[in-house]
């Protein structure tokens, strides 16, 4: 671990992630739980020597949860669960948007969060009509062609006061047969869209409380 804090430094890393399996071949839900509890509070004393946040991130569809083990983690409210059991203040959430509504969370549950708890953002958006329980990873489309209202979600965000990475993450599969270049333009136009109202709005505060203070 000092290793690897010792990189995060030099590359000044302040945050990474890990995915809690949805099931478990050794414990079942409870007795797993709590060694989740454990292990990750030792693993985020550790980052918090080195200024290092711990986002938690869960897979939530069934094909995820097949391999016939004791179910665990897959839905929005025992993640959150986890992370006020671990009661560390660098461990917060991974919000995969995709992954939030298809695992049953929504703008309210978001809204319960502190912007310090979300620690990562990645976005993709899921098709009109889709029962959360039935969707699959190939569903994960890119912003503006499903029923997500992202805009909504990144407003809140920058209620909450989240200042951290934004992502697109749909599913690869999607550009099959197209260039990098293509795809990577593609992406650039579709975050510009997303975050601009939100850099506007921020630049406004920052006007006023400019002017205020003259």
């Given at each position: 671990m000092g290793t690897l804090l010792d990189i995060c430094q030099t590359l000044r890393a302040d945050r990474c992630y890990t995915t809690i399996r949805p099931t478990s071949d050794l414990r079942p839900f409870h007795e797993n739980f709590q060694f989740h509890v454990h292990r990750l509070?030792?693993?985020a004393d550790a980052l918090a020597r080195g200024g290092v946040k711990?986002?938690?991130?869960?897979?939530?569809?069934q094909a995820d949860r097949s391999d016939g083990g004791f179910q665990f983690i897959y839905q929005v409210d025992p993640l959150l669960l986890l992370v006020q059991t671990i009661q560390r203040p660098n461990v917060g959430v991974l919000l995969d948007v995709w992954n939030w509504w298809v695992g049953g969370g929504d703008l309210e549950?978001?809204?319960a969060l502190q912007g310090?708890?979300?620690?990562?953002?990645?976005i993709a958006d899921l098709p009109a009509g889709v029962?959360?329980?039935?969707?699959?990873?190939?569903?994960?489309?890119?912003?503006?062609?499903?029923?997500?209202?992202l805009a909504a979600v990144l407003s809140l965000l920058d209620d909450l006061g989240f200042d951290g990475p934004v992502a697109l993450a749909p599913y690869p599969g999607l550009?099959?047969?197209?260039?990098?270049?293509?795809?990577?333009?593609?992406?650039?136009?579709?975050?510009?869209?997303?975050?601009?109202?939100?850099?506007?709005?921020?630049?406004?505060?920052?006007?006023?409380?400019?002017?205020?203070?003259?």
């Open positions: 509070q030792k693993v711990l986002g938690l991130a869960f897979l939530p569809t549950k978001l809204r310090e708890q979300v620690v990562g953002v990645r029962e959360p329980g039935a969707a699959t990873v190939e569903q994960r489309l890119m912003p503006g062609e499903g029923a997500i209202d550009f099959k047969g197209q260039t990098r270049e293509s795809i990577v333009s593609r992406a650039s136009a579709v975050l510009d869209t997303l975050l601009e109202p939100v850099v506007s709005r921020t630049s406004a505060r920052s006007e006023r409380v400019t002017a205020g203070s003259k």
